[in-house]
């Protein structure tokens, strides 16, 4: 199977900069998109950003001007910087992965999510 890991949450001051990494391990037989997904407190979840293994992306609304997502497809891990970090940033935010660990079938696969409080 597929295990995704974040690291790199914690609490930033507002106008702070965070970055978060996602490394896919275990049985891997092919990763395609990498993403963020984020959930504040009594919201709905939000994706934030994904990459494509070309280097295709995608931004949320919300995050654009602020984030670069980038990805080392050889070391299957994805980065998420998010500048200018404001309150309403605050959220759990979760790596996914789709992709699969044998030539048959695919998968989404999650990480545990990490914190990231923005607060002074």
């Known amino acids: 199977q597929v295990q995704l890991v974040e690291s790199g949450g914690g609490l930033v001051q507002p106008g702070g900069s965070l970055r978060v990494s996602c490394v896919a391990s275990?049985?891997?037989?092919?990763?395609?998109?990498m993403g963020w997904y984020r959930q504040a407190p009594g919201k709905q979840r939000e994706l934030v950003a994904f990459i494509s293994p070309g280097g295709r992306t995608n931004y949320a609304d919300s995050v654009q001007g602020r984030c670069t997502i980038s990805r080392d497809n050889a070391k299957n891990t994805t980065y998420l910087p998010i500048d200018n970090l404001k309150p309403a940033d605050t959220a759990a935010y979760s790596c996914?992965?789709?992709?699969?660990?044998?030539?048959?079938?695919?998968?989404?696969?999650w990480g545990q999510g990490t914190q990231v409080p923005v607060s002074s």
């Open positions: 996914y992965a789709d992709g699969s660990h044998s030539p048959s079938g695919a998968s989404r696969y």
């Open positions: 275990g049985i891997i037989f092919m990763i395609n998109d």
